[in-house]
Nanobody, 119 residues
């Protein structure tokens, strides 16, 4: 069971940038889809970005053009570069195996990392 530890969150002003990291406890080489999720206070968790093992990416409409997901299989790490941040991006951000989440498997969630965008 691969587990993930998120880091890199913090408090930034609107228009600022952050780079989140997702460190895996094991190899992510064979994980086809990795995803970044977020959950704002009082809202449902949503998928914001995903990436295949070959580097193909997909983004939620709300973050297209502002966020970039990437992965470094050698370092067992997935990243989320967030630019032009908006207050509505405020949430706890998590990473996970996207296919397992979609299938409803008993995939544990990490602690996540808090991103707060405020002036």
């Amino acid at each position: 069971q691969v587990q993930f530890v998120e880091s890199g969150g913090g408090l930034v002003q609107p228009g600022g940038s952050l780079r989140l990291s997702c460190a895996a406890s094991g190899s992510i080489f064979s994980i086809y889809f990795m995803g970044w999720y977020r959950q704002a206070l009082g809202k449902q968790r949503e998928l914001v970005a995903s990436i295949t093992s070959g580097g193909s990416t997909n983004y939620a409409d709300s973050v297209k053009g502002r966020f970039t997901i990437s992965r470094d299989n050698a370092k067992n790490t997935v990243y989320l570069q967030m630019n032009s941040l908006k207050p509505e991006d405020t949430a706890v951000y998590y990473c996970n195996e996207a296919l397992k989440v979609l299938a409803g498997h008993d995939t544990p969630w990490g602690q996540g990392t808090q991103v707060t965008v405020s002036s």
